[in-house]
């Protein structure tokens, strides 16, 4: 079967007991979810240029990369869609918290959410966040 895998990046940040999550609308799993900062590694691109380049733009902070954290693979054969997305550890090195505009799937603003809060928020990738904290903590 012939297709596409797509590359992606994904920034777990952990500070002062909170995650910073990007809101994602009418994905193919819940019509809100929240993810980790990241998105689309361009042709040519490094993965952790993209990394930081993809943080930047969703968040409006600079990123240093810390450490390899996960690489998260999606199969939907449905869709069809398939995707590796690369998710290292970081660390906010300047900027101001601000979000994309006039994004075509809404709001983007991204938001801190405390540990505790996660058990109410619909979250993804699980697995990654998980790690993310216990490296954190």
Not at 46 to 52: G, I, M, N, P, Y
Request: include cysteine; proline fraction near 5%.
């Amino acid at each position: 079967m012939e297709g596409i895998i797509h590359v992606r990046t994904g920034v777990a940040v952990v500070k002062d007991g909170k995650i910073l999550f990007v809101p994602h609308y009418n994905t193919n799993f819940a019509p809100l979810q929240w993810y980790l900062p990241g998105g689309k590694v361009e042709y040519g691109e490094s993965v952790e240029a993209a990394a930081r380049r993809e943080f930047l733009e969703e968040t409006g902070y600079t990123v240093q990369l810390d450490a390899l954290l996960d690489i998260n693979e999606i199969i939907i054969k449905e869709k069809p869609w398939h995707s590796l997305t690369i998710c290292y550890l970081g660390t906010v090195t300047g900027g101001t918290l601000t979000g994309e505009t006039n994004h075509p799937y809404g709001d983007k603003t991204p938001r801190w959410f405390a540990f505790e809060a996660l058990k109410e928020l619909n979250y993804h990738p699980a697995r990654v966040i998980d790690k993310a904290l216990k490296f954190s903590s």
